[in-house]
């Protein structure tokens, strides 16, 4: 019996080599959504993104991994998001030592998700320099499997340095964070877009609230409009707006100041009951006026490269003002880090001494 189109096309698509013992197509799937969710508006995640999604027709055909020149990836990006094709070089349109900058600085989240996943491997973009004029830059997208690192007797963390001097840099992981039940509806436990029916529920219920207030002074206003002495019920009202209004800006802070902030810690009234930590974190597009890109209810922690204890995100304080810190729960004041939620990384902020070392 002869096969149809479409059953090749399956075979073709679904494939699972045992050379990788993974599926490849799957794997570049995760990291289009990853480049989706992570790179938001931006020109280098949305040319990585054609260059996946053209590495895969290359696999989907049995051919190798191409290699493709900025003129190419110029001509994929007009093809898809519009506009004219620029009369300068490709180089100059797609810095090269730019894409290796936004592509290393997240390498770290790269690799937990793909881990999330439970796809062995992880996306690695090599960069070919031509060198000179007429040998254009290649990039080239591929998978390699992971290999499993060790492992201390336990089986559970790897083994610390002997030495913590030796080692002051911490990653952070990132899990989903629970919301509270009269937010569970909108925010849920998975990313979203913020122009999707759930963006515009999170955006219009913080709106609502803050015209009810605004609705609240508006009858006082006219209730105070004539001339009359005030009694001890107009003070007990306009106190009890006045706490409302504070209460309100108060616990909504981490909303309010997410689009500038891009992460902000939930307090407890944004959080469920059973999660002690977690925080608020947008990808924006910030070439668009209206507000979009994901959000995300998630919790970031660490394990402390001195002793061990959980790092968990907490703010700077008056030592670290208008700053995200990672601070240890077994020493909070001295075991403080700092938080790069791009990177998912973070260095000691105060120097380690060595409370073990001899004294002169």
């Given at each position: 019996?002869e096969?149809?189109?479409?059953?090749?096309?399956?075979?073709?698509?679904?494939?699972k080599?045992p050379?990788?013992?993974?599926?490849?197509?799957?794997?570049?799937?995760?990291?289009?959504?990853?480049?989706?969710?992570?790179?938001?508006?931006?020109?280098?995640?949305?040319?990585?993104?054609?260059?996946a999604?053209?590495?895969?027709k290359?696999?989907?055909?049995?051919?190798?991994?191409?290699n493709?020149?900025?003129?190419?990836?110029?001509?994929?990006?007009?093809?898809?998001?519009?506009?004219?094709?620029?009369?300068?070089?490709?180089?100059?349109?797609?810095?090269?030592?730019?894409?290796?900058?936004?592509?290393?600085?997240?390498?770290e989240?790269?690799?937990?998700?793909?881990?999330?996943?439970?796809?062995?491997?992880?996306?690695?973009?090599t960069?070919?320099?031509?060198?000179?004029?007429?040998?254009?830059?290649?990039?080239?997208l591929?998978?390699?499997?992971?290999?499993p690192?060790?492992?201390t007797?336990?089986?559970?963390?790897?083994?610390?340095?002997?030495?913590?001097?030796?080692?002051?840099?911490?990653?952070?992981?990132?899990?989903?964070?629970?919301?509270?039940?009269?937010?569970?509806?909108?925010?849920?436990?998975?990313?979203?877009?913020?122009?999707?029916?759930?963006?515009?529920?999170?955006?219009?219920?913080?709106?609502?609230?803050?015209?009810?207030?605004?609705?609240?002074?508006?009858?006082?206003?006219?209730?105070?409009?004539?001339?009359?002495?005030?009694?001890?019920n107009?003070?007990?009202?306009?106190?009890?707006?006045?706490?409302?209004?504070?209460?309100?800006w108060?616990?909504?802070?981490?909303?309010?100041?997410?689009?500038?902030?891009?992460?902000?810690i939930?307090?407890?009234?944004?959080?469920?009951?059973?999660?002690?930590?977690?925080?608020?974190?947008?990808?924006?597009d910030?070439?668009s006026?209206?507000?979009?890109?994901?959000?995300?209810?998630?919790?970031?922690?660490?394990?402390?490269?001195?002793?061990?204890?959980?790092?968990?995100?907490?703010?700077?304080?008056?030592?670290?003002?208008?700053?995200?810190?990672?601070?240890?729960?077994?020493?909070?004041?001295?075991?403080?880090?700092?938080?790069?939620?791009?990177?998912?990384?973070?260095?000691a902020?105060?120097?380690?001494?060595?409370t073990n070392?001899?004294?002169?």
């Open positions: 019996m096969r149809t189109a479409w059953e090749d096309a399956l075979d073709v698509n679904s494939p080599p050379e990788t013992g993974f599926d490849r197509i799957e794997a570049i799937q995760v990291l289009r959504d990853w480049l989706d969710r992570e790179g938001g508006n931006h020109r280098i995640p949305q040319v990585i993104d054609l260059l999604e053209h590495t895969a290359a696999w989907a055909n049995g051919q190798p991994a191409p493709v020149e900025p003129d190419t990836l110029r001509q994929f990006h007009a093809d898809v998001h519009g506009g004219r094709v620029p009369e300068f070089p490709a180089s100059k349109w797609l810095s090269s030592s730019a894409v290796q900058t936004w592509w290393d600085a997240r390498r989240s790269r690799e937990q998700t793909f881990h999330a996943a439970g796809i062995p491997a992880i996306p690695t973009l960069l070919t320099r031509g060198g000179g004029r007429g040998n254009p830059t290649l990039y080239r591929e998978l390699v499997p992971t290999v690192a060790e492992l007797a336990d089986g559970d963390q790897p083994a610390l340095l002997a030495d913590p001097a030796q080692s002051m840099a911490i990653r952070y992981q990132m899990e989903s964070a629970k919301a509270p039940w009269w937010l569970q509806l909108i925010i849920g436990d998975k990313p979203f877009r913020m122009r999707s029916v759930r963006g515009y529920g999170l955006v219009g219920l913080v709106a609502l609230e803050a015209l009810v207030l605004l609705a609240g002074w508006g009858l006082l206003l006219l209730i105070f409009r004539g001339a009359r002495p005030i009694q001890i107009d003070v007990a009202l306009i106190l009890t707006f006045l706490a409302m209004t504070w209460t309100w108060h616990f909504m802070q981490p909303l309010i100041r997410l689009p500038i902030d891009r992460v902000t939930a307090n407890d009234l944004l959080l469920g009951w059973s999660q002690l930590h977690g925080q608020f974190r947008l990808t924006r910030t070439k006026k209206v507000a979009g890109g994901w959000f995300q209810c998630v919790r970031h922690w660490g394990t402390c490269p001195l002793c061990a204890g959980e790092v968990e995100i907490a703010a700077g304080g008056q030592a670290f003002p208008g700053r995200l810190v990672g601070r240890c729960g077994d020493s909070p004041l001295e075991h403080v880090f700092s938080f790069d939620p791009v990177g998912r990384s973070g260095f902020l105060y120097p380690y001494v060595n070392a001899s004294q002169l």
